[in-house]
């Protein structure tokens, strides 16, 4: 069954450093996601993706995250500066189509994010 | 605000008995809600979807029913075995094709 591959599976990184997440969809899904979850808390929603922009965003998703799909297969978050509470599992998902009614939204393993 | 409720406590129940999980959910009116598991360190795995005008949903031990007046779903696994120990996500459209998650309740089945 295809799979949203992501990697790293676990990064280390020191307050302030840029960090990118790398996801690779499955091939014929055209929105993308990243969702995060903090240890022991719930995920939480913070960017939808469409047709290369932004389809909306939540309130975590400040100016020091970015999303980009560099070529036809990755979907990258970046996360320019980061700190302490940035720590989190950060899952990338992908659906092929959407629409009011619903549809099957597949999660990748995720990226293990621990700033120290 | 928006709030969507799970059990915070564990759920144990014996191998074979009928799991009931419930979501529960206020000031919202979500067009269809999904059930999630997760296993520790991975990502959600998606299991059922039941839309707004439906009122129960199967698929093979599963089965989840949606009262939209209550505002509550309930997610049933009959004849539950150990490999179902996991936790279970309730996530409602959360406008904008989004998901809006609960905070999980999870399931452990003993022999």
């Known amino acids: ?116 | 605000s928006q709030k969507i409720e799970q059990n915070s406590e564990a759920l144990n129940i014996q191998e074979g008995k009928t799991a009931t999980l419930t979501c529960n959910y206020t000031n919202y009116s979500p067009a269809y809600l999904q059930w999630y598991r997760q296993d520790p360190g991975r990502g959600p795995v998606f299991l059922l979807l039941i839309r707004e005008n439906e009122k129960e949903k199967r698929k093979e031990r599963l089965k989840v029913t949606f009262d939209t007046t209550l505002k509550q779903s309930l997610f049933h696994i009959t004849a539950s075995q150990p490999a179902d120990s996991a936790t279970y996500l309730c996530a409602l459209e959360g406008g904008g094709n989004k998901l809006t998650f609960g905070t999980g309740t999870q399931l452990k089945v003993e022999l």
Not at chain 1, 80 to 98: G, Q, V
């Open chain 1, 1 to 116: 069954e295809p799979e949203v591959t992501q990697t790293p599976s676990h990064q280390v990184t020191q307050m302030g450093q840029e960090v990118i997440l790398r996801c690779v969809p499955i091939s014929n899904h055209l929105y993308f996601y990243w969702y995060r979850q903090i240890l022991g808390q719930k995920v939480e929603f913070l960017v939808s993706f469409y047709n290369n922009e932004i389809s909306e965003k939540s309130e975590i998703f400040d100016d020091q995250f970015s999303v980009e799909r560099p070529d036809g297969s990755n979907f990258t978050l970046k996360i320019r500066s980061t700190k302490l509470e940035d720590s989190a599992m950060y899952f990338c998902a992908s659906t092929e189509w959407t629409s009011s009614s619903g549809n099957t939204i597949y999660f990748g393993e995720g990226s293990w994010l621990t700033v120290v």
